[in-house]
């Protein structure tokens, strides 16, 4: 094997050890640490999260003035180094923020795009476990994502939609916003009396002085931040508890009540249909936002209490559902497997379909099927979308879900369903990748899918046969 010369092996050794140093700062790694990554290391959204330290919890106070459209709000996270820290990014866009503290003390901080750079007085040690506050207010902006489409908190005439999937939630509150990054959350939101605030999980507490009614919510299970919401407006309220204990709150503006009453009806029997086929339903509380909000174009899983830009129709309902166990307990670890998401949501629907005296997944798949080579349905494959562009287009929905069904008829159904339920219990209120996928459905049925899986998922154009 070729060596290079020993005077430029030593030249090299040399240099190296001045580089880091130049990198790290003159004391070196171990006395002053080191920066955390400005991102959680997705390349569709290189951004997206931070590097350093994990999120446990965050206590949002808000204050949203519907009117003049002004926020003002207060975030404490409580973090956990993984490294020696001697500082760490936050994501934000758009707001002033006025002040931040780390364990009480204030701390130096700047912007630079959507990074909030804060360097605390000390380095964080691993495994430290610290408490970060930052005060803030504005006028929050929704951010345009790749592909056109807008999300974060999209004001309405009523209040605000707030959506943040992919990238959104960095739009109203300082987040570690990568679905790698899960936490639990307080989120407190003070309104114009009259108007409603729905975030995730469990309304602890309502009260209205001076004209204001403030909203308190917990979600106490592990939350990506795309997944939580704040949404405003003038709804009208519904709650209970369904045969199997799930607490209900249903939110609907006005406007789209009557159309939403004959699908919201159906939530129980939905959630229940869905928990025989994926296992328990992995939340406490369950029940809709149906917002008015036309041109926002789309809906959105959030944890346990799913917004809609309208009415929705049963799909739709069943779409969103489904996603509570896959994409929100079972979340992604990058953008790229979003069909991990999309296309068992979009599965779960054909699967209803099936079930409810509709068109069977088969009759589904063929009629996909016959498109021809040159549709925009297999314009890339579902398991490579290539970019944050492509994650929310029809190859990703539907290729994913035939894909899906294509395992089902490798495998046979009774391990098709031991597969969905053994992947919703193996990843509860955790992360799935699609090998585990791939390998958690070769165990189960004994059968190599290798073969499947590249030809569905990963190999460009219509596959040759199905
Ligand atoms: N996950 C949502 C769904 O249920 C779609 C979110 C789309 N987001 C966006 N920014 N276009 O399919
Ligand atoms: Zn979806």
Do not use: C
Request: no cysteine.
């Amino acid at each position: 094997a070729h060596r290079p010369p020993a005077r430029r092996r030593t030249a090299l050794l040399a240099t190296v050890p001045v580089a880091l140093a130049a990198l790290v700062g003159a004391t070196g790694p171990t006395a002053a640490g080191a920066p955390g990554a400005p991102g959680a290391g997705d390349p569709y959204f290189p951004l997206s999260g931070n590097g350093g330290y994990h999120v446990r919890h965050y206590d949002l106070t808000l204050r949203y003035d519907t009117s003049s459209r002004h926020l003002d709000g207060r975030a404490v996270l409580a973090a956990r180094a993984g490294q020696d820290l001697s500082r760490f990014d936050l994501d934000l866009t758009g707001l002033k923020v006025t002040g931040v503290t780390v364990d009480g003390t204030s701390a130096a901080f700047r912007r630079a795009g959507q990074e909030l750079v804060v360097t605390p007085g000390h380095t964080l040690r691993t495994g430290r476990v610290f408490r970060v506050t930052v005060a803030y207010d504005g006028t929050p902006q929704p951010v345009t994502d790749p592909d056109g489409s807008a999300d974060g908190w999209i004001p309405t005439d009523d209040g605000a939609f707030v959506a943040g999937e992919p990238q959104g939630a960095m739009t109203w509150f300082p987040a570690n916003a990568h679905p790698r990054d899960k936490s639990s959350y307080d989120i407190t939101i003070t309104v114009p009396q009259g108007r409603t605030a729905v975030s995730n999980g469990e309304l602890l507490g309502r009260r209205t002085e001076h004209g204001r009614t403030t909203f308190h919510w917990r979600e106490s299970r592990p939350m990506a931040a795309y997944l939580a919401t704040a949404t405003v407006g003038t709804f009208r309220v519904e709650q209970y508890t369904t045969p199997d204990g799930i607490h209900v709150y249903n939110a609907v503006d006005p406007r789209e009540a009557s159309a939403a009453a004959p699908v919201l009806k159906k939530l129980p029997s939905v959630l229940a249909w869905e928990s025989g086929l994926f296992g328990p339903y992995p939340f406490r509380s369950a029940g809709s936002v149906v917002d008015h909000a036309p041109g926002v174009g789309y809906a959105l899983e959030t944890q346990t209490r799913p917004l809609y830009d309208s009415a929705p129709d049963i799909s739709t309902l069943v779409h969103e559902s489904a996603h509570q166990w896959f994409g929100d307990s079972v979340s992604l670890t990058a953008w790229k497997d979003i069909w991990l998401n999309e296309g068992f949501a979009t599965y779960a629907e054909w699967l209803y379909a099936e079930q409810h005296g509709g068109d069977s997944a088969q009759k589904t798949f063929d009629a996909l099927y016959a498109r021809s080579a040159g549709d925009h349905l297999w314009a890339f494959p579902p398991g490579d979308p290539g970019s944050g562009r492509n994650i929310f287009d029809t190859p990703v929905y539907a290729r994913g879900a035939m894909t899906l069904h294509e395992v089902r008829k490798a495998v046979g159904d009774a391990d098709f369903f031991r597969i969905l339920r053994a992947w919703a219990a193996a990843h509860r209120e955790a992360h799935g990748t699609t090998a585990q996928f791939e390998r958690l459905a070769e165990r189960i049925s004994g059968k190599r899918l290798d073969g499947l899986f590249r030809t569905w998922l990963f190999t460009e154009g219509k596959p040759k046969n199905a």
